[in-house]
C-alpha cells in the first residue's frame, strides 16, 4: 500500500519555467512533509519542509502548497534552471526526524 | 559536508559471498536507516533503528541483517550475496525527537552482484 503517491514520474520543463510535482497522502497522522533533491550518485538532500498548520512555505525559488483537507501538497520550481534537473522526492512521516515514507520520485529535466 | 558516510561506494561481488555495507555518523543522530534504491528511483526502507541496541525490520522485506553497537555505526550484512541484491543502498540518520532537518543521507554504495 502505497501511503504517498507522487506524479508525474518525469517532467521536462524550459529554462525559466515553472516545474510542478504533486503528492497525495493517506495517513491522517503524517504532519511533517519534507521534499529531497537527489543529484545522480549522491544521496537525497533535504530541500524543504512543511508542516500542517500552514498552507504554503517558500525558500528561494522553491515554494510548498499544502491543502490539508484534499491531503496533498505539491512543489513548485520558479523560473527553473539546468541545474535544477534532478530527482525529486517527497515525503510524510509522524514528526521530523521520524520514519520518512516517501513517494515514487519525480526526474525533472530543465532544457537550456 | 556530508556528515553521513558509506563505505565502499561500488562493489562487486560474487554470489554467495558475504558483504557488510559500512555506514557512520558525527552527528550524535539517535536514529539510522537503511534504505534500498531501484532503478525507477523508489526507495525502500529495510531496516532502521532507533538507538543503540534497536533494530527493526522496514517495509520491504530484505534478507540483509543489520546492528547497532555504537550510536554512530549502523553496518548492513549480507550472508550470501545473490543478484536480485544488486541495488543501490543508502543510509541516513535522524536526530531524536525530530528538528526541522529531517534525515541526512550518505551517497549511497552500488552493489553489484554478478
Known amino acids: 500500500q502505497q501511503q504517498v503517491k507522487q506524479s508525474p514520474q518525469s517532467l521536462i520543463v524550459q529554462k525559466g519555467g515553472i516545474s510542478i510535482i504533486n503528492c497525495a497522502y493517506e495517513?491522517?497522522?503524517?504532519?511533517?512533509f519534507p521534499w529531497y533533491q537527489q543529484f545522480p550518485g549522491k544521496g537525497p538532500a533535504l530541500l524543504i519542509a512543511?508542516?500542517?498548520?500552514?498552507s504554503e512555505k517558500k525558500e528561494g525559488r522553491f515554494t510548498i502548497s499544502f491543502n490539508k483537507s484534499a491531503k496533498q501538497f505539491s512543489l513548485h520550481i520558479m523560473d527553473s534552471q539546468p541545474g535544477d534537473s534532478a530527482t525529486y522526492f517527497c515525503a510524510a512521516s509522524k514528526a521530523a526526524g521520524n520514519k520518512l515514507t516517501f513517494g515514487g520520485g519525480t526526474r525533472v529535466l530543465v532544457k537550456p | 559536508e556530508a556528515d553521513i558516510y558509506q563505505t565502499p561506494r561500488y562493489l562487486v561481488i560474487g554470489t554467495g559471498k558475504k558483504i557488510t555495507l559500512e555506514c557512520s555518523q558525527t552527528?550524535?543522530?539517535?536514529?539510522m536507516y537503511w534504505y534500498q534504491q531501484d532503478p525507477g528511483m523508489e526507495l525502500h526502507l529495510i531496516h532502521y533503528?532507533?538507538?543503540?541496541?534497536?533494530?527493526e525490520k522496514g517495509d520491504l522485506s530484505s534478507e540483509s541483517t543489520v546492528s547497532r553497537i555504537r550510536t554512530e555505526h549502523f553496518p548492513l550484512t549480507l550472508e550470501s550475496a545473490r543478484p536480485s541484491h544488486t541495488s543501490q543502498y543508502l543510509c541516513?540518520?535522524?536526530?531524536?525527537?525530530?528538528?526541522?532537518?529531517?534525515?541526512?543521507f550518505g551517497s549511497g554504495t552500488r552493489l553489484t552482484v554478478v
Open positions: 541516513a540518520s535522524s536526530e531524536y525527537p525530530g528538528t526541522a532537518y529531517g534525515y541526512t
Open positions: 512543511i508542516r500542517p498548520d500552514v
Open positions: 533503528s532507533y538507538g543503540v541496541n534497536s533494530t
Open positions: 495517513n491522517t497522522a503524517f504532519d511533517y
Open positions: 552527528m550524535g543522530h539517535d536514529k
